[in-house]
């Protein structure tokens, strides 16, 4: 069963909560090959502000005052030029990008961190609010999609009534590259992605290590949500469009 967060009434300190105590983590170091000439993915313009900058909006809109770690890693310096003077974010440098995975960036980002959960949002994505709301309360959380926002070629999850199963590929319904650590599966995270061996592991192995370790992740499928993300120089186009929706 896939969880909607529109059909759930929220939790009340949740709802006026200023969300000071929520950590969220952007991993945005990778060079992103095929998109190299455009430089930092993040850094895109999108008719006007860039994936991050859009990014950052969005989150403060849903979860005020949360605290937003961008992870940089090529062109680590232009990205901190021009999103530092313009928001009160955290800057952390990946300098091994090139030889290291999302993992890693995830690991430094929740390292600069002091809350006890975090939302991992990836710094390629581009989204309207509808994608991010309602996620932070109990338990841990991954953005699912079952509508073909996300490629086929993407990464897919498995889920029945008592949760998320498996992240692998060749599966139809897809993972959003968004997900909620809750103080368990952010502490597994951060033991496993502390690992020498699992520096080069994307971000959805090391999920499956941590269901492999006894935690859980709740599947979530907004109503509503649009999203899209930057890959190739070809999904652009679909990346101005939902940008150009309301956030």
Known sequence: ?????????????????????LSVIIPAAGMGR??????????????????????????WKIYPK????????FQADLISERIRKKYEVRIVRNTDYQETNVARSIFLGLQSCVNKHALIVYGDLVFNSVALRGLVDGESKVVVDTKKNIRDEEVGVLF???GVTNFSYAIDKKW?????LANREMKLFEDISS??????WFGYEVFNEIIEQGGSFL????????????????DLRHAIEVAMTTT
């Open 1 to 21: 069963m896939v969880r909607n967060t529109n059909k759930i009434k929220k939790d009340t300190d949740i709802e006026r909560s200023d969300y000071s105590g």
């Open 34 to 59: 095929r998109m190299k000439s455009y430089g930092p993915k993040g850094l895109i313009s999108l008719n006007g502000p860039s994936v991050l900058e859009r990014q950052i909006k969005i989150i």
């Open 66 to 73: 949360a605290d937003i770690t961008i992870v940089a890693g």
């Open 160 to 162: 029945n009534k008592e």
């Open 176 to 180: 959003c590259q968004i997900a909620y």
């Open 195 to 200: 690992k020498k061996e699992c520096e080069r």
């Open 219 to 234: 599947p979530v499928e907004q109503r509503g949500m649009k999203i899209a993300e930057i890959d190739t120089p070809r």
